[in-house]
């Protein structure tokens, strides 16, 4: 989080992607990065592994990803959803 919050150039190996995030948060009105556990956004948390992990290029349109398709049916049933993992992620509010 301080990485994106700091106003200096990042020269690490990942600058130019720390850069084009700070670029594009710029445009958005409001915006601001949080810290938060995976539990609050686990489908960003998952879709994030499996891009890791895979080497086949995925996209989709209408109906979501099978990695995702439980997570997002316990958003809409509350008393359904359960914490799966315990660590940390980010997510861009």
């Known amino acids: 989080m301080g990485t ?3 106003e200096l150039p990042n020269d690490s190996p ?10 594009l948060l ?5 915006a601001i990065v949080a810290h938060t556990r995976c539990q609050n ?3 960003a948390h998952r879709l994030a592994r499996h ?3 895979s080497f086949v290029s ?3 349109f209408e109906e979501p990803p099978d990695i995702i398709s439980d997570v997002l ?12 993992t315990f660590c940390t992620d980010f997510i861009i509010l």
Do not use: H
Not at 14 to 23: C, R
Not at 26 to 30: F, V
Not at 75 to 83: D, E, I
């Open 4 to 6: 994106i919050r700091c």
């Open 14 to 23: 990942i600058g130019i992607i720390v850069e084009d995030s700070k670029a």
């Open 26 to 30: 710029s445009l958005i009105t409001g």
């Open 41 to 43: 956004n686990e489908v």
């Open 51 to 53: 891009a890791v992990t």
């Open 58 to 60: 995925c996209s989709w």
């Open 73 to 84: 049916f316990s958003y809409c049933n509350p008393r359904a959803w359960q914490p799966i």
